[in-house]
T-cell receptor, first 116, second 116 residues
Framework: AQTVTQSQPEMSVQEAETVTLSCTYD???????LFWYKQPPSRQMILVIR??????QNATENRFSVNFQKAAKSFSLKISDSQLGDAAMYFC?????????????FGTGTRLQVTL | EAGVAQSPRYKIIEKRQSVAFWCNPI?????LYWYQQILGQGPKLLIQ????????DSQLPKDRFSAERLKGVDSTLKIQPAKLEDSAVYLC??????????????FGPGTRLTVT
């Protein structure tokens, strides 16, 4: 079974600065998807960024980028030019591509605080 | 396009009572998921439907939880009888049919259940 580990329960960043959230995972599969989801106090999970394991190029979405290290099974999220609206819980998630079962396996989350 | 709808948003019940949650996925989405998110943890899959058939219910406590998806559209999740440890947020998510960006799951706002 796959596992996802987020070792940083809380992180803090000043507005306009850069912060990196860590995620490691364990799997025996060679192809899979990885995601970062944002969950604000409203509880709705919002997709931030995704990475297909077969792609060597790191995904980028505006101020959000990832550092995907497949051999190390590491998938960190970098937020540049942090904004107050970035404050939320961030979850790293794994999804298999084999078979019809396509559940997301989530980490325990990192609470990001953004200060002035 | 309307998002995933869930109701109610909040529910408070006493232990041993029963409760039901409702989910309406995005139109045309074949796959529907129910996740349980206990405070301080990431969401955990309870059950996955493909149209109106069950794909994965390995982590559903079947002695007290049940779920159905009639006509492959709306779904209900029921707990009977509830226990204190069932206090959590119940998230519904849906994803498009195979071949249409199947990696992404769209989440509803969740139902926060408190069992006293």
């Amino acid at each position: 079974a796959q596992t996802v580990t987020q070792s940083q329960p809380e992180m803090s960043v000043q507005e306009a600065e850069t912060v990196t959230l860590s995620c490691t995972y364990d799997t025996s599969e060679s192809d899979y998807y990885l995601f970062w989801y944002k969950q604000p106090p409203s509880r709705q999970m919002i997709l931030v960024i995704r990475q297909e394991a077969y792609k060597q190029q790191n995904a980028t979405e505006n101020r959000f980028s990832v550092n995907f290290q497949k051999a190390a099974k590491s998938f960190s999220l970098k937020i540049s030019d942090s904004q107050l609206g970035d404050a939320a819980m961030y979850f790293c998630a794994y999804r298999s591509v084999t078979g019809t079962a396509s559940k997301l396996t989530f980490g325990t989350g990192t609470r990001l605080q953004v200060t002035l | 396009e309307a998002g995933v709808a869930q109701s109610p948003r909040y529910k408070i019940i006493e232990k041993r009572q029963s409760v039901a949650f409702w989910c309406n996925p995005i139109s045309g989405h074949a796959t529907l998921y129910w996740y349980q998110q206990i405070l301080g943890q990431g969401p955990k899959l309870l059950i996955q439907f493909q149209n109106n058939g069950v794909v994965d219910d390995s982590q559903l406590p079947k002695d007290r939880f049940s779920a159905e998806r009639l006509k492959g559209v709306d779904s209900t999740l029921k707990i009977q009888p509830a226990k204190l440890e069932d206090s959590a947020v119940y998230l519904c998510a849906s994803s498009p049919p195979w071949g249409f960006s199947t990696y992404e799951q769209y989440f509803g706002p969740g139902t926060r259940l408190t069992v006293t």
